[in-house]
């Protein structure tokens, strides 16, 4: 059944026909979504979502697929989430010497890096970690779900991040310019009150409040803000991400503690 909220944006939308504008709800296809034909009209649907919803805070996750639950990083396994309480369990106990490797590593030298979250930081330069990350640039969401994408259509998630058992963090407010990643991606992150994983609280899937599903158009991508370049600010520009690429010692320390913890290569992320 349609949510009452959407079946309210839909109705009160149906002048766009006139303009060419397909907008429904579809029920199938692996997850409920709102299919719109012209992106454009994304913006309005995050202007509605965030109106009405105005004592809380409404963010968006741009993907190149339809994918059934919303899973950090850390505990993906086969493109989905893992299943095994022991396992998630010990890939935690790795996450979490690597953070005090990091930490102890830099503790004298970069000072950043002892104020600000570690979990924000790996997420963003491509460790695996417990937290999700999120946008507040519907125009981000949607490169990110353009990025790589070798299908037809890119998906918008809209997550409602009003709950207790959610810690947001506004990277722009929390983390120095220097790591300017975070900054170009107008990032956020929301991180769960957990104090033991396991198969089913993982899961971040009962945030999210709606799906929209819309058609690539290559032509969308262009001009340096809607790039690669700005996303993914190399290492001339990113001075966190020049400290963390550089770091040979990093990449051995990843390496032994997937070891040590019996994971596969590359459970643990790399810095990229």
Known sequence: MIPPLIKTFIKNRSYLKKAGVVLEYVEGDGAPYIYVNNPIIISSLAGYLK????????????????????????????????????????????????????????????????????DNLFQHYGIKSPVIDMVDNIYVAIWFAMDGNKDEHGYIRFMNTNSKNLV??????????????????????????????????????????????????????????FSGENMYPDISLDNTFKILRSAAWLKDKIAAIEQKYKLEKGTLGEVK
């Open 51 to 118: 109106n009405r919803n105005a004592e809380e805070g409404v963010y968006f996750r741009g993907e190149a697929g339809n994918h059934a639950h919303v899973v950090p990083s850390l505990f993906r396994e086969n493109s989905g989430p893992m299943t095994d309480t022991r396992a998630i369990q010990n890939r935690f106990k790795a996450y979490n010497e690597l953070k005090t490797a990091v930490l102890r590593h830099y503790n004298k030298t970069v000072s950043r890096f002892k104020k600000e979250d570690i």
């Open 168 to 225: 947001v963090s506004d990277l722009r407010k929390n983390h120095s310019s220097l790591s300017l990643r975070l900054h170009t991606q107008h990032g956020l992150i929301a991180k769960k009150n957990v104090k033991t994983w396991n198969a089913k609280n993982i899961l971040y899937d009962e945030y999210e409040i709606a799906r929209v599903k819309f058609p690539i158009n290559k032509n969308i991508e262009s001009g340096i803000l």
